[in-house]
């Protein structure tokens, strides 16, 4: 089996119990397809037997986190950094199975305050959060170059050499389809964090057990 790998902190329990098993010998026979260079050496070092996309280009299932999910199973993901490698595998996947706990749910996506984000080249990048903060200014979208957060106040820059501008939104995406293309259609945008129909089942979890949210 060709399990795609994700990417973040529920991505890295995943990616644990995954070694634990194959440890165990409960598991066998599987090769993980890994969505950031963090997931790479993490199962690396777990002795999870890693491919390429290039090498199977056709994966049976990938699990991962999000940071947001509609009632539609539409998701908000990147704020990991790795959006553009996760949707890659997950496209190519299928089966798409999203772990999160309750409070990533939301009845519109954006809807959490917490950033959506954006990957975008480096040329010209403070060109492209203008442009991007103007295209949703109706939402009182705020858009924020991310820092790397070790204190040193430089971009953070992602495992394909990129920017993240993240975007703030007081009130909710109202079409998630429509944005992403205007989003897309940008020049010097790379990829963006809404994953729209992608998800073939979420599993969340809260204080009165695990509910599984299918479509």
């Given at each position: ?22 440890s165990t010998g ?160 940008m020049e010097g ?27």
């Amino acid at each position: 089996m060709v399990l795609g790998l994700g990417t973040g902190s529920t991505a890295a329990f995943v990616v644990d119990k995954l070694g634990q098993l194959l440890s165990t010998g409960q598991l066998s026979n599987i090769v993980g397809i890994p969505t950031s260079k963090r997931t790479q050496e993490q199962a690396a070092s777990l002795n999870i037997p890693l491919s390429t996309l290039d090498l199977h280009p056709h994966i049976d299932l990938a699990i991962d986190g999000a940071d947001e999910v509609d009632p539609n199973l539409d998701l908000v993901k990147g704020r990991g950094g790795a959006l553009l490698r996760e949707k890659m595998v997950e496209a190519a996947s299928s089966s798409f199975i999203v772990v999160a706990d309750d409070s990533k749910l939301v009845s519109g996506l954006g809807g959490s305050g917490l950033a959506m984000p954006v990957e975008v080249v480096q040329f010209c990048w403070k060109y492209n959060l203008v442009r991007l903060e103007g295209l949703f200014k109706e939402l009182g979208c705020e858009a924020k170059l991310r820092l790397s957060g070790d204190g040193r106040e430089k971009p953070y820059v992602t495992d394909n050499g990129n920017y993240i501008v993240d975007l703030y939104f007081k009130n909710p995406i109202k079409d998630g389809f429509a944005a992403g293309k205007e989003i897309s259609a940008m020049e010097g945008v790379v990829e963006h964090g809404l994953f729209l129909g992608m998800a073939t089942s979420v599993i969340i979890a809260g204080k009165t057990g695990v509910e599984v949210m299918t479509k």
